[in-house]
Nanobody, 117 residues
């Protein structure tokens, strides 16, 4: 069954680091995958994505602190977050699609990241 499941969230002090993982099962592992987040009271926004040839995009304001990667063998997507700030608090979700599809087809349930301090 196609499924995406995030892990690695939690609470951290400002300046700390977290690595989120998104494990795909079934047909949910797509050529194009991405991370999104939604802060309290705000709309969901794209954080980073990666395409089949390995090219990545990271939201401009997050460059230098966030990076995205994937492990094909493990069918897992990662988001490394360094020097976290309170404004990074939110629910982080991963998504996947085939690169020819115009919108993401599969979504994880989301995982909470809370940055204090």
């Amino acid at each position: 069954q196609a499924h995406l499941e995030e892990s690695g969230g939690g609470s951290v002090q400002a300046g700390g680091s977290l690595t989120l993982s998104c494990e795909a099962s079934g047909s949910a592992y797509g050529g194009c995958m991405g991370w999104f987040r939604q802060a309290p009271g705000k709309e969901r926004e794209g954080v980073a994505n990666i395409v089949s040839d390995g090219d990545t995009w990271v939201r401009g304001s997050l460059k230098g602190r966030f990076s995205i990667s994937r492990d094909y063998e493990k069918k897992t997507l990662y988001l490394l977050m360094n020097n976290l700030k309170p404004e990074d608090t939110g629910i982080y979700s991963c998504a996947s699609r085939e690169c020819w599809q115009s919108s993401y087809k599969y979504w994880g349930q989301g995982i909470q990241v809370t940055v204090s301090g």
